[in-house]
């Protein structure tokens, strides 16, 4: 059975950086897309990143945030830089066991397993 794990959440102040890190079981990073997504209190799930053989970004996080993975640990890293207030939100990881990133990634229902997230608080 496929599990996800987030770590690397906490507080961070405005124009701050933090990584959150994905460790895989039952999945391999060589071969399978992984996907990051967020959700702040009162807002849908937003699908926010998504690593296959290509890499994609939602508009709001490019530029500032960027995957990284450790094919060897089966960990996709989140590097978050130049953090807003606006990205407040747990943070989530998500695979479908797919090789590819789905058609309309952004979307909570490409994704069949999830992790349990991890809290990432933006604020002075």
């Known amino acids: 059975q496929v599990q996800l794990v987030e770590s690397g959440g906490g507080l961070v102040q405005p124009g701050g950086s933090l990584r959150l890190a994905c460790k895989a079981s039952?999945?391999?990073?060589?071969?399978?897309?992984v996907a990051w997504f967020r959700q702040a209190p009162g807002k849908e799930r937003e699908g926010i990143s998504c690593?296959?053989?290509?890499?994609y970004y939602a508009d709001s996080v490019e530029g500032r945030f960027t995957m990284r993975k450790d094919n060897y640990r089966h960990i996709l890293y989140l590097e978050m830089d130049n953090l807003e207030p606006e990205d407040t939100a747990v943070y989530y990881c998500?695979?479908?066991?797919?090789?590819?990133?789905?058609?309309?990634?952004?979307?909570?229902?490409?994704?069949?397993?999830w992790g349990q997230g991890t809290q990432v608080t933006v604020s002075s």
């Open positions: 039952e999945l391999d990073l060589n071969w399978y897309a």
């Open positions: 690593m296959g053989n290509i890499q």
């Open positions: 998500a695979s479908d066991r797919a090789a590819s990133c789905p058609t309309g990634w952004q979307n909570e229902s490409r994704f069949r397993f």
